[in-house]
Every structure is written in C-alpha cells, then in structure tokens.
Nanobody
Framework: QVQLRESGGGSVQAGGSLRLSCAGS????????LGWFRQAPGKEREMIAT????????HIADSVKGRFTISQDNAKNTLYLEMNSLKPEDTAMYYC???????????????????WGQGTQVTVSS
C-alpha cells in the first residue's frame, strides 16, 4: 500500500524559503510519477511540480517556475520541494501525490495521481 507523508510546512514572511519533504513507501522507485500539488481556500487544486519519465524529468508549473524546485532522494524514499522567494499567493495546503505504475513518457495529469498525503500548510505573510 502506497503511503505518503508530508512535512516541512509552516509560516514564513514574503521572500523567505521553505523545504517540504514527502516520505513515501509502497511503490517502486521511478515506476510511478511523484508530484506536489497545492490548494488554497476557494481555489482548485493545482499541480505545481512533478517528477516523471522514470524519474529522469521534472515539470514545474509556470506559476512557480524559477522559484520552486522538485527533487527526490531514492535512498531515503523522499520527495522534496524547495520553495524560494515565497509570495503571499503561495499560501495553501501542499500535498504530495503519486500515480500508479506508469510507463508513459509524457507529463502526467492530475487525474492520474491516485495516492495522496495528508498535506502540510504553508502560510506566507506580506
């Protein structure tokens, strides 16, 4: 059974940085896509970063490109999201998610993610 657990959220002032971690288990490394999503109150959930294509590629949403970086450490079974130059509009609940085993090479879409963590709150004050 796939299990995901996020950590590292918190409150920070605009311009600050945070690093989110997602400890995972129950899946074969690089056989599934892993991603970070966020959802702010009253807004739809947004995919902001994903590792795909057997772990060899990453995709970053335009809204965070240049500020956020996704990475993974297979030895630690952990996915990371490094967030820099944070803005108040980055305030949201952040979720880690995984697809099932995936053999496609293109960027996954949100509906393909089947397994979700509980989320970690990020609050950015101005």
């Amino acid at each position: 059974q796939v299990q995901l657990r996020e950590s590292g959220g918190g409150s920070v002032q605009a311009g600050g940085s945070l690093r989110l971690s997602c400890a995972g288990s129950g899946y074969t490394h690089n056989s599934a896509c892993l991603g970070w999503f966020r959802q702010a109150p009253g807004k739809e959930r947004e995919m902001i970063a994903t590792v795909y294509s057997l772990g060899r590629r990453t995709h970053i949403a335009d809204s965070v490109k240049g500020r956020f970086t996704i990475s993974q450490d297979n030895a630690k079974n952990t996915l990371y999201l490094e967030m820099n130059s944070l803005k108040p509009e980055d305030t949201a609940m952040y979720y880690c998610a995984a697809t099932g085993t995936r053999s496609r090479w293109d960027v996954p879409i949100q509906s393909e993610f089947r397994y979700w963590g509980q989320g970690t709150q990020v609050t950015v004050s101005s």
